[in-house]
């Protein structure tokens, strides 16, 4: 919605993007396929990409048609992201990868990835050396591995490079800036609706199911959570007013993903102890069946797109704690 219009955007304003994802979101729209790309790779190309990747790429995602995932973590570097191992070595014919992502949502129906490597090692500065790169997972050498959540779902999986060759201009931004681009990239990322409406779903259900016949611990338990839900919108929408004037609300966004998290595991579990539902029984209702799919779900809530602790630390780091 808010990319230029010759590339096939809306050219509408940060705050016309976020009405349209919050109704999709409350509305349960099957939205995953085209998340990451609108999300996060489109506007990743639009400030760090060349006119050529721009032209090639972008009205393809405007339209719905290309679906992308993000390459950061591998085995041993999750929250640690300046231990990436997967090497991208540049030759005559272009760029040789190889190595492993693991966790990579969607990339069994990706189009592309874009992937953090290593292109220089042993340098003193340990975020140094990393570099972005386009990936058609197309390619040969690209093994795809699923891997199952706790609910028996499969979005994310194992990614394998075994000695991939990319195209010369598969380089997004400038050798050695990826750590940069991919925190620039992490802030769009940590700030929306979708991070604190995970499980909106548990007090929509909750509010049906009593509607006009609650008791006052059922009424508070609502109150609670509604206001709680009230706040989080306002901060979330400040942090879109922040986007919308150019700033960077990297610490901003910090605070709303791990608030957002935090109330997400929340609402499920509180609601299990207020009601004291059985949830190794078969669902007695809709609210029972999206409470206990929420409490299988909620642990992923505070891990993805950076965990709690990490959160903490950027924003220690962003007020000056440490
Ligand atoms: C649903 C889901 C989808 C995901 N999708 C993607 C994706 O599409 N692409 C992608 O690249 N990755 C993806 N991830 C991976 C995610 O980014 C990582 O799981 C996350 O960064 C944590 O890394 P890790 O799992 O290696 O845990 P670790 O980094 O090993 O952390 C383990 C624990 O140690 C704590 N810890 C680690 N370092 C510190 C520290 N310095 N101080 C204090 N505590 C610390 C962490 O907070 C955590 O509790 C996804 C994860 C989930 C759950």
Known sequence: MTWPKHYGGGGRSAFHRYVVMEEMLFGGAPVSLHWIADRQSGPLLLRFGTEQQCRALLPGIARGQLCFCIGLSEPDAGSDVANIRTKARRTDDGWRVAGTKL???NAHRANYMIGLFRTASGLPERHAGLSHFLV???????????????????????VIFDDV???????????????????AELAFERSGPERFLSSIQALVELVRLFAGDATEEIAALVGRLTAQLVTLRNMSISVSAMLEARQDPALEAAIVKDLGGTFEQLLPESIQHVLGLDLTTGPASDLHQVTAHLLRMAPAFSLRGGTREILRGIIARGLGLR
């Open 165 to 183: 060759l990319l195209a010369p201009d598969a380089l997004i931004g400038r050798e050695g800036d990826g750590w940069k681009q991919a925190m």
């Open 136 to 158: 058609d997972l197309s390619l040969p050498g690209i093994t795809v591995r699923p891997i199952s959540d706790l609910t028996g779902a499969g979005h994310f999986n194992e």
């Open 103 to 105: 966790w990579t949502t």
